[in-house]
């Protein structure tokens, strides 16, 4: 069993960078795969980012590549993900989850195991 919670969303100008955090508690974070996905108003949950468990291998959906930087720490139960150059269609709630599934196919699925209750994050124009 996994728990997962998130903070560091907010309001912040188109531009502008935030970065999310997701606190994991239990001794067993080192063996899942975690990912951030975002769902905004009227669409379908999706995945943002990804990391392997060892944090070697990342995965960025096309619209953040090169904006935003997914990490982790196995010691502090912590994954990160630091969002630059915010636009106004990254508006969304923002979800930690984790995975027991292998890296490879858990970019591939939302059918993550353990979420978090999810951040707000507000991008103004």
């Known amino acids: 069993q996994v728990q997962l919670v998130e903070s560091g969303g907010g309001l912040v100008q188109a531009g502008g960078s935030l970065r999310l955090s997701c606190a994991a508690s239990?001794?067993?974070?080192?063996?899942?795969?975690m990912g951030w996905f975002r769902q905004a108003p009227g669409k379908e949950r999706a995945l943002v980012a990804a990391i392997s468990l060892g944090g070697a291998s990342t995965y960025y959906t096309a619209s953040v590549k090169d904006r935003f930087t997914i990490s982790r720490d196995n010691a502090k139960n912590t994954v990160w993900l630091q969002m630059n150059n915010l636009k106004a269609e990254d508006t969304a709630v923002y979800y930690c989850a984790a995975t027991n599934k292998a890296f490879n196919a858990a970019v591939r699925t939302r059918e993550y195991d353990y979420w978090g209750q999810g951040t707000q994050v507000t991008v103004s124009s």
């Open positions: 239990g001794r067993t974070f080192s063996m899942y795969t």
